[in-house]
């Protein structure tokens, strides 16, 4: 529908964030993450005893917000969604790269204690030393990783 | 009060993804151009939300806030150990390669994009797989917690 910019600046984005944050822990305590959530999530999907059920309803909450951001924008278009990953490469090794990766950021999302939003947004706004080195430590990393994919296809991807 | 914690939930987590959404941080293209420095908006944005919330609850934090449904606002903070440094290794080995994180990885779904399907499979399999191993209750600062004053958070 496009009443939504191409893409919402930096400066208004950040510190709506921050202040969903703020909010969410005004109201219960809880940090705006979102590898919790998954795991309670599966937790609810497996009638695991011990699970917080709201937590599920904000996994929702997360897809749903975010298809009205974009049928209010740019519009939802079904796609592979990884086009330089896939020209670079082919579709079926492209989706084993996405399907390792994401198993290896689950994995050390949880031993790490959070993620991007968990550690890198709500953990470094608590002033918690954990979660300011866990999120130098995942931006780092992120990088030396994508330089070497980089030199790994001469500069391509 | 379950209710309105469930309603509470679905409306900040929409209005994660609606940001996450408007800010195109569900793409992988934004995610690997940020990563290879071809553009800052991403780290400014995460740098402008910090610069929000860390002041706005530090001082929540001085005048002793009372939350709206678990008492005390309290934050949390923990000394950096070692599973910090090899879980943000391996955190940010996986966000290279998949160009998508936890949250973003569910608006990318919305958008219509196809492997989102497998990155949330892999989510799930890789956060289980280590969810197996640790399941006394270890909570880092950055994921949900239960909270001893407040039982309702414990079990829904």
């Not at chain 1, 599920?56 to 796609?79: D, H, K, M, P, S």
């Not at chain 1, 082919?90 to 999302?109: E, K, Q, R």
């Not at chain 2, 879980?87 to 990318?108: D, K, N, R, S, Y």
């Amino acid at each position: 529908m496009n009443v939504l910019p191409d893409r919402l600046a930096w400066y208004i984005a950040g510190p709506a964030l921050g202040l969903l944050v703020v909010g969410l822990f005004l109201i219960a305590n809880q940090p705006l993450g979102a590898s919790g959530a998954y795991v309670q999530t599966a937790r609810l999907m497996r009638r695991h005893a011990d699970t917080v059920r709201w937590r599920a309803w904000y996994f929702v909450g997360i897809f749903a917000g975010g298809a009205v951001a974009l049928v209010l924008g740019t519009g939802i278009e079904v796609r592979s969604g990884y086009d330089s990953l896939v020209d670079q490469f082919s579709l079926p090794v492209a989706t084993v790269i996405v399907f390792v990766g994401a198993i290896v950021m689950g994995y050390g999302a949880r031993m790490a204690g959070g993620c991007t939003s968990g550690h890198g947004i709500c953990g470094t706004a608590q002033r918690s030393a954990a979660s300011w080195v866990a999120t130098a430590t995942f931006m780092a990393s992120g990088v030396a990783v994508t330089f070497l994919l980089r030199l790994a296809t001469g500069g391509d991807l | 009060m379950n209710r309105r914690l469930d309603v509470i939930g679905l409306l900040f987590g929409a209005g994660f993804g609606f940001v996450l959404g408007a800010a195109r941080l569900h793409e992988y293209e934004t995610i690997h151009r940020m990563l290879r420095f071809d553009e800052f908006d991403v780290f400014l944005l995460m740098g402008a939300a910090i610069a929000t919330s860390l002041p706005l609850l530090w001082w929540l934090e001085r005048r002793g806030s009372t939350t709206m449904f678990a008492g005390p606002l309290r934050l949390s903070r923990s000394k950096p150990q070692r599973h910090h440094v090899v879980g943000g290794v391996l955190f940010g080995a996986g966000w290279a390669l998949a160009g998508t994180c936890p949250a973003p990885a569910l608006v990318m779904l919305a958008s219509g994009a196809g492997l989102a399907v497998v990155a949330i499979a892999g989510l799930f399999i890789g956060l289980h797989l280590r969810d197996r191993q640790v399941h006394t209750v270890t909570h880092g600062d950055g994921e949900h917690r239960e909270l001893e004053t407040q039982p309702v958070f414990a079990k829904s």
